[in-house]
């Protein structure tokens, strides 16, 4: 099995550690735990798919040695299959990458599965959810980002709810939400269909514990009112 297959209905939270302090990683994420979080986002950015740059397999290793938490590996890189086998060796729960530069996604999906994890795709605010219609056997979750991939702390894109509709019309398959989310975004995010909501600086801006805590209370309110 594995997180995202056994999610069920669950509303969960997963700080995303960009806007955590790098040099307190393990505490970073200990403070969102506290705080009610079940996965640990790992943004992983090359400068080429995106003008940013983060960290890569020997930070996920040492995160994944200091945390109990899944660590769910946010690939925003070209050529993400020559970076999947050491993601794997550093003992990361699922990886999702970027169809729009993933040009074998069919073997780059089947590569992370025959490891034993899952699969996910994340799409930029303009890929249609159609891309995925081939992929949908080989998928564990799909990522909707709600701002461009690259930076934490940009603006929500109020219609990717929308795209969350219609991801949720066409597979049963857990959706993410990644960008932009805050106590007041997450309900409009849940009530589209969303159940993985991923926070970075709404988390990390403040105490993450207290943080956390209402961004997946907000998503858990607004899942009992559907
Ligand atoms: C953006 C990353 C996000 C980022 C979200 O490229 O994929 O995971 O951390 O940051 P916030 O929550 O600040 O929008
Ligand atoms: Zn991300």
Sequence with gaps: MGFFRELGDRVVGAPSILSADFANLAEEVRRAENGGAEIVHFDVMDNHFVPNLTVGPAVAASLVRATDLPVDAHLQVMRPDSLIPAFIAAGVASISVQPEVTVHLHRTLLMIRAAGLEAGCALNPTTPPEILEWAWPHLDYVNVMSVNPGFGGQAFISEMADKVQRL?????????????????????MVRAGARVLVAGSAVYRGDPTTEMRSIIEAGREAAEEL
């Design 168 to 188: 949720r019309e066409i597979t049963d398959l857990p959706i993410q939400v990644d960008g932009g989310i805050t106590a007041e975004t997450a309900p409009l």
